[in-house]
């Protein structure tokens, strides 16, 4: 199956890339994926967003797979599907 990864704001300044596409296994899971982005991005993203022996993303990250966030579905492993719509986006504050 085929998913795309969408980057904001933070995560899309450290990895310089907005967008890219994924052929994953069927029934895979977000944890897989985020696995995945672990090995191909190395140690900025796994201290910035998601060390692949954690239970959830870094705090501070959001995790949405087609406009809901993932704590609304199964957390990590929520299980993908083709065409799947990621988004990995830092948190916003302000004052």
Not at 19 to 29: I, K
Not at 45 to 74: A, H, I, M
Not at 77 to 87: E, P, R, V, Y
């Amino acid at each position: 199956m085929r998913v795309k990864v969408e980057y904001l704001g933070f995560i899309k300044n450290m990895l310089n890339k907005r967008l890219e596409e994924f052929e994953l296994n069927d029934r895979a899971t977000l944890q897989e994926l985020l696995s995945r982005l672990s090995g191909l991005y190395g140690t900025p993203f796994k201290r910035e967003v998601y060390e692949p022996c954690d239970k959830d993303v870094k705090s501070g990250f959001v995790v949405t797979v087609n406009g809901v966030l993932v704590g609304q579905l199964d957390g990590i492993n929520t299980l993908l599907k083709n065409n799947d719509h990621i988004i990995l986006m830092s948190l916003m504050s302000g004052g």
